[in-house]
Every structure is written in structure tokens, then in C-alpha cells.
């Protein structure tokens, strides 16, 4: 059974920057590809961004392209999800997710999920 668990969360003023981890409790995390979703109050859960197994390829949502860099460190087993230039919009719970196979940004594809971490952006 693989955990997840998220850190860096936060309030942070629109412009900010904030760094989300993600630990993988696998010592061959490297095995899975990796998500962020958000989920923001009275909204389905969004695809933020995701890494392939050993990190060859990313893919981002189009409302965070630019911004918002997904990145693997093996040695920690940990991912992180480096967000720069949030916005109001970007508030929401952010979470964590884990599969094997190929990169997908369907959310039900994944089948290991963190308890998320809030991210709230002020105007």
C-alpha cells in the first residue's frame, strides 16, 4: 500500500510563490507516475499536473501551464509541485496522487491519493 503525504500549503498573496511535497512511502516511488489534482469548494476535482515514471514526460493543465513546474526527487522519494504566480483562482485543496502505467490526467486512473493540502491565494 502506498501513502502519500502532502506538505506546503498555505496562505500566500496573489504573485507568491508556494513549493507543494508530496512523500511517497515506496523507497521505488520511482515506479509510479505521479499527479496533483485541486479541488476547490463547490468544484469537481481538476487535474493540476502529472510525471511519468522516472520523469521523462510532464503534462500540466492549460490554467496552470508556465506557472506551476511538477518535479521528482528519487533520493527523497518525494515530488514537488512548485507554484509560481498564483492567483485567487488558484485557491483550492491540493492532493497528491500515485499510479502505475502510463501518464493520464484522469483522476480515477489513480489509485493512491494523499489527504491534500490547502492553498489559499488573497487578492
Known amino acids: 500500500q502506498v501513502q502519500l503525504v502532502e506538505s506546503g500549503g498555505g496562505l500566500v498573496q496573489a504573485g507568491g510563490s508556494l513549493r507543494l511535497s508530496c512523500a511517497v512511502s515506496?523507497?521505488?516511488?520511482?515506479?509510479?507516475?505521479m499527479g496533483w489534482f485541486r479541488q476547490a469548494p463547490g468544484k469537481e476535482r481538476e487535474f493540476v499536473s502529472a510525471?511519468?515514471?522516472?520523469?521523462?514526460?510532464?503534462s500540466y493543465a492549460d490554467s496552470v501551464k508556465g506557472r506551476f513546474t511538477i518535479s521528482r526527487d528519487g533520493a527523497k522519494n518525494t515530488v514537488y509541485l512548485q507554484m509560481n504566480s498564483l492567483k485567487p483562482e488558484d485557491t483550492a485543496i491540493y492532493y497528491c496522487?500515485?499510479?502505475?502505467?502510463?501518464?493520464?490526467?484522469?483522476?480515477?486512473?489513480?489509485?493512491?491519493w494523499g489527504q491534500g493540502t490547502q492553498v489559499t491565494v488573497s487578492s
Open positions: 515506496e523507497r521505488t516511488a520511482s515506479r509510479y507516475v
Open positions: 496522487a500515485a499510479k502505475v502505467g502510463s501518464l493520464t490526467t484522469v483522476s480515477t486512473a489513480y489509485d493512491y
Open positions: 510525471l511519468s515514471i522516472r520523469g521523462a514526460l510532464t
